[in-house]
Nanobody, 123 residues
């Protein structure tokens, strides 16, 4: 059983930055792709970013390209999402998930999900 735990959410003003962390355990961390998703109130969950198991390939939603950067540290079983130039429309619960490939994550298909961390951007 894989456990996925997000942290790093909080309240920030527009234009500010936050870094989310995702700690995974229970399986060889380096053998799967990791992804970030978000869900705003009243909206469906949407894909944000994904990173391949070696970290060589990253994918981003158009709405966050150029502002968000995803990375991973396989030695510490942790993935990160650096979020810069935050906007009020980035406000959502952010979820981390793992899957066998980035393609699955982009399709919102994951094997394991975290509980989410709240990000609130004030105007």
């Amino acid at each position: 059983q894989v456990q996925v735990v997000e942290s790093g959410g909080g309240l920030v003003q527009a234009g500010g930055s936050l870094r989310l962390s995702c700690a995974a355990s229970g399986r060889t961390f380096s053998s799967y792709a990791m992804g970030w998703f978000r869900q705003a109130p009243g909206k469906e969950r949407e894909f944000v970013s994904a990173i391949s198991w070696r970290g060589g390939r990253t994918h981003y939603a158009d709405s966050v390209k150029g502002r968000f950067t995803m990375s991973r540290d396989n030695a510490n079983n942790t993935a990160y999402l650096q979020m810069n130039s935050l906007k009020p429309e980035d406000t959502a619960v952010y979820y981390c998930a793992v899957a066998d490939s980035c393609a699955l994550l982009i399709s919102l298909k994951a094997d394991y999900w975290g509980q989410g961390t709240q990000v609130t951007v004030s105007s």
